[in-house]
């Protein structure tokens, strides 16, 4: 196959001359800088096009309207917002991420999410919008760095579809009005991407150094799944940088030192500091950071419960079955599969056409970064056995939306090249391919509603048109007929996308632990279950009241409407996430357990309060015979105990981590807080069996057995006890 030799270079990247290499326009003196530089926000760079700058606002202005659209009634993860709250609480929780302002646990991830979270609620209050402001702002953020990354290598129209591709990606708008980790981890990542391209063109070595940091504070927002990227990050700096291969190999040097320091501090100073002065490592099996690294959110992610690393990843999937087709299922297949086929094609259209290219040439530089940072991704995520959310693919969405736009551009280009004849198929291939893909992908959801509907129809009649007015165009040399094709074609391959983000927006999801775009496709979910909905699988955090406007007050204004059971709402799908842990799927009834109250089902069932309902009435007992204890009550998990502390405002402590599975609670620890005055009140099961998810846990039964021979028991709360200093001896 022919290729094409790249155009000549008019800028020092090889692509088209930017702002800092323009010549100083007298205008612009010393007296005007400032006042061009904020005239230039607004237009645009002199050698764009004028259509471009009002382009890229009118993306952001789309972005940051279904990103914040109704923020106010969004609920977000309660494990989360708990721990966000108890952070606005405690400098110490703060620090350590806990999910109790008290610092007896953390919550299963690294705190840097946490942090942008906390200091915006403690800058403006803690509350719905406080907390979910900085998950817009970076939403936003990694749009707009996504077009200026793409634009400076492919121009302003790879880089205004990029931009406005990701912004309609489904799952990431989905995830974006939450409060998991996830749009900080991507913000990041695309920072560690812009600081290595900037290596890269320049062979410079601080550049690279910032883009290891970058990726270290990913890592301490998500763990293991930040480095993700890194085999093509090497692998792109290593081939293409503008430096001789020895300066290549120690800047890499360098900057893995950055990487790891920026990695590692955080875990470092946690595991150096005895246990008896920080929180218990939540999701970890020794109290460590280190073995959160390596097993709950590394390799068990990826192994599942069988693995001999990591079995706490527990093996459960909401997102279908572990395979190459995973993306593709009725499950994910609407939240992010829409334009993987068209990246497909361009990606590989686009390095045959970059095949002359000399080595250090910028396009097929970003073309292997888009590329490895989508197939990386996709493998990952395909083939993880253990625990899987859909959510978990927004981190491939930048990589499929720079390919849409720069491989579509380069497709265009040689589109329209009539002297290399056989590139007259390949664009129209590709428009057609995903055009099928997309009519269905919205006939799974037919009937769903009428957005979809008319979606069908749009990227039907506007892929049809797309391809015939390509194809048409070309060969009768019409050049209009082409244009106004592909523009056919933008609307064809968006226009279910933008049906599931607008969705997204305007349709209240009740599950803040898995959220989803679209309507409810049903199946999957590891056995049981459908997508979006109202189930609460077990993965990373329980799901349950809304924050408030303001500090939980013990009223119940946390935004729950549930004056009975805080624990019905903490307790929703428990069933599936007890059979997660065993069976590496869930309960396909999961969703009938939150009726019964209390953690339910088989999520920290047992000994240490498994099955016992909270209710609001509880709570405010609690707080009224308090009598100075640090800790309001001890419960059995995450998802029991981050409700309470939303409703209530007091530090909960939760002895089980997120399934009760955690030995974050012994009988000696529990007697010393019982003795020291600290906690006075813990729910027990009813059964008095062990606890934790998947088995018999010998310290749960421990506990339960010694509660209820020297404890209180509180007539009008089944499973609530009281704990007197004289009790424990």
Do not use: C
């Not at 499950?331 to 094609?345: D, E, T, V």
């Not at 927006?505 to 632990?513: L, R």
């Amino acid at each position: 196959m022919t290729t094409l030799a790249p155009p000549p270079t008019t800028g020092r990247d090889g692509g088209p001359r930017h702002r800092a290499e323009a010549p100083p326009a007298g205008a612009a003196g010393a007296g005007g800088g400032l006042a061009a530089r904020a005239r230039r926000m607004f237009t645009g760079a002199p050698e764009d096009p004028r259509w471009a700058r009002p382009a890229l606002w009118a993306v952001l202005v789309l972005t940051t309207a279904l990103y914040a659209w109704n923020l106010s009634s969004l609920t977000g993860n309660t494990f989360y917002n708990a721990a966000v709250y108890s952070g606005t609480q405690s400098w110490k929780a703060f620090f350590f991420g806990a999910l109790d302002a008290g610092s007896f646990i953390t919550v299963d991830k690294p705190p840097f999410a946490l942090w942008v979270m906390g200091l915006s609620a403690r800058v403006f209050g803690y509350g719905t919008w406080q907390i979910m402001l900085p998950m817009v702002a970076v939403g936003v953020g990694s749009v707009a760095l996504l077009y200026r990354m793409v634009k400076r290598d492919f121009g302003a129209v790879a880089g205004t579809i990029a931009a406005l591709a990701l912004t309609l990606t489904p799952i990431t708008v989905a995830i974006t009005r939450d409060t998991n980790p996830d749009p900080v981890l991507v913000f990041l990542m695309l920072l560690g991407a812009a600081t290595l391209m900037k290596a890269v063109r320049t062979g410079r070595l601080m550049p690279l150094v910032w883009s290891g940091v970058a990726i270290g504070f990913a890592f301490n927002t998500k763990m293991m799944q930040a480095y993700v990227v890194l085999p093509v990050f090497l692998l792109v700096y290593l081939w293409a940088a503008n430096a001789s291969l020895g300066r290549r190999i120690r800047n890499l040097a360098v900057g893995t030192v950055a990487l790891i320091v920026s990695s590692a501090w955080w875990m470092v100073v946690v595991d150096l500091i005895p246990a008896s002065s920080r929180p218990y490592i939540g999701g970890s099996t020794d109290n460590t950071v280190w073995d959160l690294v390596i097993g709950y959110n590394g390799f068990g992610r990826i192994f599942g419960a069988g693995s001999s690393v990591g079995s706490q990843g527990n093996g459960a999937s909401f997102g279908g079955d572990a395979s190459v087709y995973r993306m593709f299922n009725e499950i994910m297949g609407g939240q992010i599969s829409w334009l993987i086929p068209f990246a497909l094609i361009t990606l590989v259209g686009g390095l045959v056409l970059r095949g002359r290219a000399p080595r250090t040439d910028a396009k097929r530089a970003a073309l292997l970064l888009w590329g490895g940072w989508f197939v990386l991704h996709y493998l990952t995520f395909a083939l993880a056995e253990g625990t899987f959310h859909p959510y978990y693919v927004t981190a491939m969405a930048p990589g499929i939306a720079a390919l849409a736009g720069a491989g579509g551009v380069m497709l265009y280009g040689a589109f329209k090249e009539r002297s290399v004849a056989q590139w007259g198929w390949v664009l129209p291939l590709a428009v057609a391919v995903s055009a099928v893909w997309a009519v269905v992908l919205l006939q799974r959801v037919s009937g769903s509603g009428t957005v979809y509907t008319v979606a069908q129809v749009v990227a039907g009649v506007a892929g049809a048109v797309a391809v015939i007015g390509l194809l048409v165009g070309r060969f009768t040399r019409r050049r209009k007929l082409v244009g106004l094709a592909s523009l056919a074609a933008v609307v064809a391959l968006l226009a279910g996308p933008a049906a599931y983000s607008v969705s997204a927006a305007t349709t209240a999801s009740s599950s803040g632990t898995n959220p989803t775009a679209g309507p409810n496709t049903g199946g999957g979910m590891g056995g049981g279950g459908g997508m979006g909905g109202g189930q609460r699988p077990s993965g990373d955090a329980p799901t349950g009241n809304a924050p408030s406007g303001s500090a939980p007050s013990g009223t119940g204004n946390s935004g729950s409407s549930n004056s009975g059971s805080t624990s019905s709402s903490t307790g929703n799908s428990s069933g599936s996430s007890g059979s997660s842990g065993s069976s590496g799927s869930s309960g396909s009834s999961g969703s009938s357990s939150s009726q019964a109250g209390g953690d339910g089902g088989g999520t920290g069932g047992g000994g240490m309060g498994g099955g016992s309902q909270v209710s609001s009435e509880m709570i405010t007992y609690l707080k009224k015979n308090q009598d100075g204890a640090t800790w309001l009550v001890a419960v059995a998990t995450d998802q029991t105990a981050s409700s309470i502390i939303l409703e209530s405002g007091q530090p909960v402590i939760s002895m089980g981590g997120w399934s009760g599975s955690d030995e974050a609670m012994t009988l000696a620890k529990l007697k010393a807080l019982v003795k020291a005055g600290k906690l006075h009140y813990i729910v027990v099961s009813d059964s008095g069996q062990g606890g934790g998810q998947g088995g018999s846990s010998s310290a749960a039964s421990e506990i339960a057995t010694w509660v209820k021979e020297n404890g209180s028991a509180v007539s009008d709360y089944s499973g609530l006890y009281r704990l007197d200093a004289s009790d424990a001896g």
